[in-house]
């Protein structure tokens, strides 16, 4: 099989797929519900079984089957590939190094398998590792949401396991669960509380351990295995997904602990970084779901500079990120346990931008003493301060935080207006500055389309409603086997007016795809880009009045109509401008148009 996917969309109902995850209900031929991606009281969320896709109105997500896996799911394009193709009952067929490295992935699934149970099982027959967990303040509930187990205070007795299961220990050691000494196979972890680490998927694919008692160090983690990357992942995802879609927020941790209180004190929408490594991975996963991130970091200097590096990330992906600043010594295991979620609550509402923490850790002590700075000081702080500006991609966030740095500004107590002027002017030349170098490593030649429209008549903004409607109606004629024929004969000369629907249609005529028998959906799977796709699904979704040949017609003579009044006016410019003589073969062109639209020209 070349390209699985056809098989996978052909094997698999998309309304089954997507009522998993929410509930539908029939309208029309096709099915409407809540959207899963956004909260709404009002279904804005459509299915179409005929064209195999989705599209909610409300927050615009759009696409097939694999879009729709993609997003719920939190994951790339060949996880949602495996998914569906596991559920369709597809095996697929990769190259051979491929092959090789999805047949290590199976064989260290076992030793994985058996290592969780294992560490369950023995979390059962240890009263002071369950005794432990409770005076951490755990739940027996929530402790077995999570999965926790414990690795018994002993050289070999996982090891011992697996030889006595038949587990390759080799496969173990590949899987960062046993190692071989001079004296033998010994287990990795010992004497420790264990903490499963799920993929995306919700499947164990690692562990971390903190130690029962005194030693170093205080956490182990799984090394890096072919199954587990830090980078890609969350501690806590698959019990967060759900929560983090509805709110379309997601608070930011640092460990185990953090994150399973706040899930036990109602905060599901809470995640956790496996230490302090908030990576690029992780931005792009979360930039799928949220509109905004909340950090709580610890309250102290390492914390601090987790959160700053952690908001650098999120910012390069366009990510609003919030600090919320703990009370010193707290983290958000202590707090909640100390004081409850309201006073976490209370962080999270009084949490500041990050731009605005970082600026704050540059100015420390000087923000409450900014009068006794002197000149080279309060110069030395506006030279660090500026960058961290024009790292901000809004330009009015990035205003109001030049007007709050203003008054450190060495000139300020003189000329306050001066002062300010001289800041913006600086901070125009740093952003200058970093775009001719973003331009200079980003920029790629583009080429001209081959029949490029006028830019006056791709300002979406200035085209009336009823031409868009008129054109819109003819795109979706254009998706109609039946009605197709009434509207090609107009289309193949028409000059749109509205971009994305100039592009729709000339990629469908230059590739000739608009046979008399060619579907909707094969025309939408022939757009490239996602954008036109999600276009045209919203216009086929969408409740609009039915599709017929007097519609159609009348959409016609109205376009034509319009052309011929733009004509016009074109014209009378030129007429105006003495560009056009009364012998000259355009003045009867526009007398004619007077006379066909039933205007009288103006004495003027």
Known sequence: MADPREEIRSRIDLVELISDYTRLERAGKNYRGLCPFHSEKTPSFHVSPALGRFHCFGCGASGDHFAFIERIEGIGFRDALQKLAERAGIELTPERVDYERADTLERLKRPISAAQFF????????????????????KPEIANQFGLGFAPDQWDAMTTFFQNNHVSLTDAQIAGLVEEGKQGWYDRFRNRLMFPIHDQSGRVVAFGGRVMGEGEPKYLNSPETPLFEKRKIFYGWHLARAAILRERTALIAEGYLDLIMLHQFGFTHALATLGTAFSEDHAARLKRMVDRVYLLFDSDEAGAKAAMR?????????????????????????????????????????????????????????????ETLNMGERAALIQSALPIIAAVPNAI????????????????????????????????????RKTKFKRKDEQKPTEEPANPIPAAELQSAAIPRAIRHAEQTLIRAMCEPDLRKEAMPFVSSYVW????????????????????HAVADTLIASLSDETLQQKVTALLLKDAEP?????????????????KKA??????RRISKGEIAPEDPLMQEYLSLLAELKEKPSNG
């Open 119 to 138: 560490f369950r099982q023995s979390l059962k027959k240890n009263q002071p590792a369950r005794d432990y967990i409770l005076g951490r303040g755990i």
């Open 310 to 370: 952690s908001a650098e990330i999120l910012q390069a992906f366009e990510i609003p990120a919030w600090v919320a600043q703990l009370p010193p010594g707290e983290d958000p295991d202590s707090l909640l346990k100390a004081r409850g979620a309201d006073a976490l609550k209370t962080c999270i509402e009084e949490a500041v931008r990050a731009p605005m923490f970082a600026l704050q850790r540059v100015l420390g002590r000087d923000l409450e003493h900014v």
């Open 397 to 432: 966030e990035r205003e109001s935080y030049l007007e709050w740095l203003a008054p450190f500004a060495p000139s300020y107590a003189m000329n306050p207006q001066g002062a300010e002027s001289a800041l913006r002017d600086d901070l125009n030349r740093l952003l200058r």
């Open 497 to 516: 007016r509205v971009s994305e629907y100039h592009q729709i249609a000339q990629l469908w005529q230059e590739n000739q795809l608009l046979t008399a």
């Open 547 to 563: 599709l017929n040949r007097s519609l159609i017609a009348d959409c016609i003579a109205y376009l034509q109509r319009q052309q």
């Open 567 to 572: 004509r016009r006016t074109e014209l009378t």
